[in-house]
């Protein structure tokens, strides 16, 4: 695909800078130190992290990804629930491409690690000396079956802030419900931001309540898990409010199907001694999570594990076969909770064993698994997970202020306004380190 033009503008957002353009080849061939896979939360925040590094010598990275705008996923939430404008969640990708690395709009079809090479669909091979994988999980909206009908279907009642496509439908179908049954799912297996689900009901019953039709509305929880958060602390505390909250918990339950025109759900019931008996339930009102795995080209790929995500080193982010080759983000393997909060703390360690493969030195950066889900649980009131391997919490404001599973306030604007801010003037930036705020963290294994 030799020749194809590039528009680069040189400036950030073209409604509030003066854009200069420069066309850019994207040669049959190209060879660079580092090529990073994916220009999504973790792709950027490593070439950021690593540009500015002053271990860094002769920098030369390129990032691989088709699209043209990168977006802040923990965003959609806000957006599906009326809080904040899908605008203020996403910018080209052109503004948050760290000055001097180079942005090839390819997209990446097979890794060939033997030969240090990857091909990608427009047929340009690109060599490396060090490879970052990191192009994110496929949100499956065809693993339920009538699901994709649904949400083009703005009758349907049926909508998902799993998509930048469909999160606004869902706010207008939140102000729109005044009566009936309110379900809202969470498929099983991995997801990205297992509190996602929930932060959308807890938020639609709040609404709710403020429009004052909060008694006319039943509402249910229908998840694949068999609890409500895989951390037992926070899984009791979001119990609690559920049964105080009188909404109805129909657990280890996993949407199949929807039917847009009898407006019907049918779940797989999951529960041993069950024998996956389908269970039918109408709605009214329908928030769906679909399920998710690995991309296929990545899952067919030399670099995957049994279960298809790229095979790591869960402490030092170094794949297990492959020594100049790591991963972070929701693509690795790492078995921590699948967040941008985690590539927080997965980034420094995985710049730090980078530098040092490449030093030839030891590589002593582990990565404790720390993940946090800012989990809105209506108006004014935010339950800040965080926690790392094990399921073990690591509260950063706990001494301070007490045990994080009582929603407060001042989290509420952690998520709301202040993590969309540091989002964009920090973390992309390579100067935001999650819990340790500004200050890069000492990564080396205690
Ligand atoms: C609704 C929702 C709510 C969330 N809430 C939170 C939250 O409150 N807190 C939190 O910390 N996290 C949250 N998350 C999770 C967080 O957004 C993700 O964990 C994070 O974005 C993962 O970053 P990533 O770089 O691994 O993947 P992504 O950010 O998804 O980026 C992947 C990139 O890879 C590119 N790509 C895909 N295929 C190819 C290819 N073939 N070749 C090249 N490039 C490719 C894509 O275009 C994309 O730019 C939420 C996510 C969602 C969807």
């Not at 060599?127 to 279907?153: H, I, K, M, R």
């Not at 119990?239 to 049918?266: C, I, M, S």
């Amino acid at each position: 695909m030799a020749g194809i033009a590039v528009l680069r503008p040189l400036a950030r957002a073209p409604a509030r800078r003066i854009v200069r353009t420069y066309a850019t080849a994207i040669p049959a061939k190209a060879h660079h130190r580092v090529v990073v896979v994916g220009g999504g939360t973790a792709g950027v925040t490593i070439a950021a992290q690593l540009q500015r590094n002053p271990e860094f010598e002769k920098k030369d990275i390129a990032i691989l990804d088709p699209a043209q705008t990168h977006h802040y996923q923990p965003g959609w939430t806000l957006v599906g629930t009326g809080l904040r404008d899908l605008n203020d969640m996403k910018r080209h990708m052109f503004e948050v491409i760290p000055e001097g690395v180079k942005h090839y709009p390819l997209k990446v079809s097979t890794f060939d690690p033997e030969n240090n090479t990857i091909k990608t669909a427009e047929g340009v091979d690109v060599s490396y000396d060090y490879l970052v994988v990191a192009p994110g999980l496929e949100t499956n909206f065809a693993g339920v079956a009538g699901l994709e009908q649904a949400l083009q279907d703005p009758a349907s009642q049926v909508s998902s802030t799993y998509s930048e496509k469909t999160v606004e439908q869902v706010w207008k179908n939140i102000r729109d419900f005044k009566k009936g049954q309110a379900i809202f799912t969470q498929p099983a297996g991995i997801i990205k931001c297992a509190g996602g689900p929930q932060k959308v009901m807890w938020m639609a019953l709040s609404q709710w309540k403020r429009d004052g039709v909060r008694d006319n509305i039943n509402a249910t929880f229908a998840t694949g898990a068999a609890s409500m958060f895989a951390v037992p602390k926070y899984s009791q505390a979001l119990e609690d409010l559920r049964k105080e909250r009188k909404v109805e918990g129909l657990f280890q339950h996993n949407l199949v199907k929807v039917d847009p025109k009898t407006k019907v759900a049918t779940f797989k019931n999951l529960a041993e001694g069950a024998k996956g008996a389908l269970v039918e339930r109408e709605f009214g009102f329908l928030h769906v999570v679909p399920p998710q795995k690995p991309w296929d080209w990545v899952a067919k790929s030399k670099l995957a594990d049994a279960a298809g995500w790229v095979d790591v080193d869960k402490a030092t982010t170094q794949h297990t076969k492959y020594k100049n080759v790591f991963s972070l983000g929701d693509a690795s393997s790492l078995p921590n909770s699948k967040t941008a909060a985690a590539i927080t703390s997965q980034a420094p360690v995985l710049v730090d064993n980078l530098l040092a493969v490449m030093k030839g030195r030891e590589i002593k950066g582990a990565y404790d698994g720390y993940a946090s889900c800012p989990l809105l649980t209506g108006h004014n009131e935010l339950m800040l997970c965080e926690f790392k391997y094990g399921g073990v919490p690591k509260e950063t404001f706990a001494n301070i202020l007490g045990g994080q599973e009582a929603p407060s306030r001042l989290f509420y604007h952690l998520k709301k306004d202040f993590f969309p801010y540091v989002y964009w003037n920090a973390f992309v930036k390579g100067t935001w380190y999650g819990p340790s705020g500004f200050f890069r963290p000492n990564t080396t294994a205690s």
